[in-house]
Every structure is written in structure tokens, then in C-alpha cells.
């Protein structure tokens, strides 16, 4: 069974019976909380904040459903052998990656700030995926699971739009899944690097794939407004 979807640059289609997947990327407190590595990286985080309320919605909608739901987290292992020296030597933050912070250790698996925020917190039988990457595919070993699950399209919410979503949906596209970015659901800490990333991703006939807005998705899926959680 295949839905419509009301989209940009024009309709698109989801695939039903948990072909579906929403992928949320990277809610971590360290990106959306003061004291993280956002915030190292010199960062306004409450812009990221707007996303929340529409993300909750879309994993109401996808558990009401049973349909599959995969969070990432950008984190690496606490010895660093999961991050090269090129990516935490990058740039003049107040803190780099592995440094104490108020949420402990930036960006460490296990420590408060890798993991996601209460108000989006992954229920049990959902995917986690730790990633050292910007991109949700690099030593992840997440295109043989999506493949062995079925899942042929990926809706996409989270942060940053230009960073880790961006980046994780040009990685799904090359890998032949159908993607459709969530444009209340998504945000950056530079509102016109999100514009112009969902332009590029739309443009040239969907080359990345679509966009469509929570409320267009939740419709589609018949979820309606009494789907919307409060974060
Ligand atoms: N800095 C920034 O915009 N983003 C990241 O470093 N990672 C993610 O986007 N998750």
C-alpha cells in the first residue's frame, strides 16, 4: 500500500505497513541544551528548540502505527578511536570533542549530553544508532538493517538541517531509499543554511528527495491534530 503525500517540488508517496521509516536525527542534549557541543561550537541553541514540538508529533503518529522509528546519536567512544583527529582538531571551540563539559565529556557515548532529550526519548523498541559521523551510514552498518527490515523510505526530522540531516538524507538517496525531509520537524543554528538546504535537496526535480511539513505528513498518514503531543 503506498500514501500520497503532499510535497515539495511535487506529490510524493510513502510506502505503508512499516516501510516507513522516521528517522530522527542526533536530539541529543549536546546539540539542543546549553553546555554541550553545540554550544562549544559557539552556537545559539535555542533555535534548535521549535523542532521539538513537531518531532513529538511525528513519533506519536509513527508509534500509534507500530511503524519502525530510528534515533541517531553523533558520538564516539570514550578512548577517541572513533574520531579522527581532523574532526576534533577542527576550528577554535570553547571546548573539543571529549572535553568535560556541564553534560560531561562532549559528544562520548554513555555521557549525559550524547543522549537524546527526555521530551523525544527512544521507547524500547527503537533503533538507536551511535554514529562517529555527520552521515547516518558511515560505520554504522544501518543499510543492512533497513534493508533486512524492509524499509524502502525514510522521513527525516532533526538537527542540524544542514548538518547531520542533510548529510545522512544524500547518503539514504545514493542508497536508493525514497526521502522526504520534515520542514517544521528539522532546524539549524543558522536559519538561512536551512532554507537553502531544503532548496537544495528539492531542487533539480527532487534530486535529494522531497519536503513536506508535519501537519502534510500527519494527514497523509490520517493521524489528524489530536496526534500532536506537547514536548
Ligand atoms: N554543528 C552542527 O550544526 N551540527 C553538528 O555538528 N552535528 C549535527 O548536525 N548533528
Known amino acids: 500500500m503506498m500514501i500520497d503525500l503532499p510535497a515539495r517540488p511535487f506529490a510524493a508517496q510513502l510506502a505503508g505497513d512499516g516501510h516507513t521509516a522516521l528517522v530522527v536525527i542526533d536530539m541529543q542534549r549536546d546539540f539542543v541544551e546549553p553546555g554541550g557541543f553545540g554550544a562549544s561550537l559557539g552556537n545559539d541553541v535555542t533555535l534548535l528548540h ?55 565529556r562532549l559528544l562520548i557515548a554513555g555521557e549525559a549530553g550524547a543522549d537524546i ?20 551510514f558511515w560505520a554504522t552498518g544501518l543499510h543492512e538493517r533497513l534493508q533486512a527490515a524492509g524499509i524502502s523510505h525514510l522521513v527525516f526530522a532533526g538537527v542540524t538541517t544542514e548538518v547531520c540531516v542533510q548529510t545522512s538524507m544524500r547518503e539514504a ?59
Open 50 to 104: 521549535s523542532a521539538i514540538a513537531p518531532i513529538a508529533a511525528l513519533l506519536a503518529a509513527w508509534r500509534a502505527r507500530g511503524w519502525p522509528v530510528l534515533h541517531t546519536r553523533e558520538c564516539h567512544l570514550p578512548d577517541l578511536s572513533d574520531c579522527p583527529p581532523a574532526k576534533r582538531e577542527r576550528g577554535h571551540p570553547s571546548l573539543r570533542i571529549g572535553e568535560p563539559g556541564t553534560m560531561g
Open 117 to 136: 532529550i527526555p521530551a523525544l526519548y527512544p521507547a524500547a523498541n527503537e533503533w538507536v544508532i551511535d554514529k562517529p559521523g555527520k552521515g547516518m
Open 173 to 231: 538517496n545514493d542508497r536508493g531509499y525514497d526521502c522526504v525531509i520534515v520542514e517544521d520537524a528539522t532546524e539549524s543554528y543558522f536559519p538561512e543554511f536551512k532554507r537553502a538546504a531544503i532548496d537544495m535537496i528539492t531542487a533539480q526535480g527532487a534530486i535529494v528527495g522531497w519536503c513536506a511539513t508535519s501537519s502534510q505528513v500527519l494527514a497523509a498518514l490520517g493521524a489528524g491534530k489530536n496526534q500532536h503531543l506537547e514536548p
